[in-house]
């Protein structure tokens, strides 16, 4: 065993890089299930956003096209899951789970070409000296603008659903359907607007794991991310910065497992292995002692007539 | 009255086409079971090939189908009998996590022949078939003890089984030889194919000091973290994956599955399909070594491919002692070679190589 090779500063900066596509997804998710819709379509919209990003950037030689365009493929593929459940009023959980199937395969399709193909690479944000200073300039001045869009995310989401009125509809949207109904609230409309952000949100994830960590496209690459990112928001008890504690943590433990393994300490692997789950769990659920419970209309079915 | 005589004349249309149909030239149904999606790129991907390879030889008279990502488990067993049920005649279930399930569903469908990759359970319908890659893998050990310049190489492994095992050694025991001061760096990933954790275990090893990354999982992310890490080498890994030669990929194993499936295949149509044992290396064809690139010098590529020559001649086996296990007990005496039986079981490191095997 030899501790010694394990890098501190590169592994959180290696953190830091794993945990963007589950954050970028978690928090679309949880402005979603804010405004009481629940889509477990997370990595349908994902894989989808992880095509769509790729052939875009590959073809017009731009990543950051890539990520607006994974942005919109995520959010019209939600589309889809807006109008079975808000306009058809179909049951959210099986539309959900449809729209991950879809989304799988749809991905698969429009990816036959892209196997194989090398991605536009994204330049690094350049902080100038910045990124010199010892320690702290690579960890927090050394990565690419989305993985602090991500984080601007979170602060940004944060203060919307805390301080404005925006945020005071929507959660109010999410609490009692019926009640912000009687108040003259497009419940309909804001619900839809929701799904839409959570949609280009998990786009934007996916396209993270398709052109910048690893890049490159392969079929179901995401490999359950989606579904990480849609536990990680019940378990940070639907808060924005328990989201980023919990993405964190959980990329953090998955880098260090690694490395600890590279490292050839002799705890069982099977432990290593199983610990990002395990932890992230414990934590969460240690913080969700406190008096916060999920949006009371969550998953509920809204027609005005009711 | 007249509508009775319909319906019978119908009725009896119906059947005659059927009886017709039954009679006639019935199709061949071959069954694939795959444990990633056939664009990963390196081992579905090969087996896929081979499922192509049969439709074209048999053209209409076979009809072949697949199911793709089916995990290792009871999934694997509901996804078989379904194949089974709808009348496939052979079914290739291509991995090791399906040897368990295969067996059961075999004992349920006796008239259907199944085939098993790289597992060691067989029964009077089930055939196991695998290839030697430990061939190929003691060709890459040598490249790698002799191209690494900080001594270390980084390895990561799927699942702990003797296939993967296996490869550990054969290219352990190669790079040695090349190099006396190398060291492996052994990471397991616990999946087969999962781009992200396979990218995040290359860069942890790069990370760590390896310039040599050697890959048992199925996607070339790894081969996409060593070419952005720059100086670093890869091999391709049940496939060719020369999209990233001639750097970071200098070589690689390739699975050439499609002579075994067609001739099991007419096996099958011929009604001469017997239980069997395959395994088959370099020798036979089943195990091909990609080109080796420029990157590679002139000497080394030439040792290497000597190297190719006398294990496909038979001359010489990568496991040839003297090979002490990794306590220091002695497996192989001075010029015994390893037996097939071993082999098959391996479930232990040789000398030199450091960490455990997770249980």
Redesign the interface.
Known sequence: MDLS???PV?LIA?LMS?AT?ILLAATGELVAERAGVLNLGVEGMMIVGAICGFAVAVESGSPALGFVAAAAGGALLSLLFAFLTQVTLANQVASGLALTLFGLGLS?LL??GY????PP?MPDVNFGALADIPILGRILFSHDPVLYFGLALVAAVWALLKFTRAGLILRAVGENHDAAHALGLKVVRIRVLAILFGGACAGLGGAY?SLI????W????????GWIALALVVFASWKPWRVLLGAYLFGGI??LQ??L????V?I???YL?MSPYLVTILVLVILSADKSRAPASLGRIFHASS | MKLTTLLTSAAMALGLATAAFAAGHEKTKVGFVYVGPVGDGGWTYEHNKGRLAVEEEFGDAVETVFVENVPEGPDAERVMTQMALDGADLIFTTSFGYMDPTINVAKKFPDVKFEHATGYKRADNVSTYSARFYEGRAIQGHIAGKMTKSNIVGYIGSYPIPEVIRGINSAFIHARKANPDVQFKIVWAYTWFDPAKEADAAKVLIEQGADVVLQHTDSTAPQAAAQEAGNVITFGQASDMAQYAPMPRVSSIIDDWAPYYIARTKAVMEGTWESTDTWDGIGAGMVGIGEITDAVPADVKAEALALKESIASGAYHPFTGPINKQDGSVWLADGEVADDGTLAGMNFYVEGIEGDIPQ
């Not at chain 1, 196997?115 to 090398?118: A, E, I, L, Q, Y």
């Not at chain 1, 960590?213 to 490159?216: E, I, T």
């Not at chain 1, 392969?218 to 991310?225: P, Q």
């Not at chain 1, 393994?261 to 050839?264: F, L, N, V």
């Open positions: 090779v394990i890098n590169l290696a794993a596509p698969a990816g036959q196997v194989g193909v090398k690479s794991i960590r690893v890049p490159q392969t079929e179901g690459m995401t490999a359950g991310v998955t880098q690694l490395n393994q590279g490292a050839g002799a069982p692997v099977e292995a």
